[in-house]
Every structure is written in C-alpha cells, then in structure tokens.
C-alpha cells in the first residue's frame, strides 16, 4: 500500500484530517516518484539481460545446482528456477513502485520459505540467487537509483534467511 493509501486510510479511520507530518510523508513520498519510476522500468525494461546475468553468476557459484542431482539439473529444473527470477525481480519493482515493502509481503513472500522447503529446494541456494539478482540489478542502475533499489533485494534475502 502506498504512502498516500496509509494516510488517507489511517485519517480516515480517526475520522480527522491528516496530520502536517502525514503530508510531509506525501510530499516526500511523491518526489521521489521520478526516481522509483525509472528505476522500475529500468528493470523491467532489462529483465531478460539481468535474469541472464544472474543466472549466469549463480551457475558460476554454484555448478552443483546444474549438475546430475542438482534442484536446477534438466531443462525444466532449470527453466523453473530462471522463472522464479523474473517473478522475484518483478517483485522488487513493485515494491519499489510503492515506496514500500508491503506489496513484495503481500505479493510473494508468505509462506516463500514453507513452499521451497516442501519442493526440496535448499533456501540458502534461493538466498544466494536472490543476491546474484541483485548484484545484476544494481549494475545496470547508477549509485542513487542502486541505493534505493538495493532494500527491496535486501527484504527478499532477509525473509528467506
């Protein structure tokens, strides 16, 4: 949910205006609108470069996880974990879009650890991904854009540990 959304309802709920600060929050909240925009579509806009590129720096990492045995061995192993890359970096733009972590809990996250716990797949191996995710992510943005992309990442990662 939005800033804006969290306000509004929250006021609401206390039947009163919103406060000097909660529209400071707005304020700040619309003017990094820009940023939060150009940073999703710059992912979005390069999604199969950076599922490649993360793919490729995983793959790298770890062989084990391509080879006979391995959760990513065989075409469709493998096809299965290049998807869960693209709906991970799809999540990170919408939290992004939001200014807020929430749609990244709401959307993907519950129950994420149970759900790859109960195919066999290792958690640490989705952590590590998620952080190969990131690292081709925040290459392709400058400092500014990197700095406030990199939380979102960092939420994913810190969920699944």
């Not at 009163?16 to 999703?40: D, H």
């Not at 096809?79 to 991970?88: K, V």
């Amino acid at each position: 949910m939005t800033v804006v959304s969290q306000v509004i309802l929250k006021a609401d709920d206390e039947l009163r205006y919103p406060s000097s600060g909660e529209l400071k929050s707005i304020k700040e909240f619309l003017q990094t609108g820009e940023q939060r925009v150009r940073i999703a579509s710059t992912l979005a806009e390069n999604e199969k470069k950076i599922v490649q590129e993360a793919t490729k720096q995983l793959w790298q990492k770890r062989p084990d996880f391509i080879s006979p045995g391995g959760n990513a061995y065989g075409e469709r192993q493998r096809a299965l974990c290049i998807r869960d890359f693209g709906w991970y970096l799809r999540l990170i733009t919408y939290g992004v879009l939001a200014g807020d972590k929430e749609p990244i809990e709401k959307i993907g996250l519950i129950g994420v650890r149970e759900m790859y716990n109960s195919l066999g797949v290792p958690v640490p191996g989705m952590v590590e991904a998620i952080n190969c995710l990131k690292k081709a992510s925040l290459d392709l943005l400058n400092a500014d854009d990197s700095a406030e992309a990199a939380p979102y990442f960092d939420y994913i990662i810190q969920a699944m540990s």
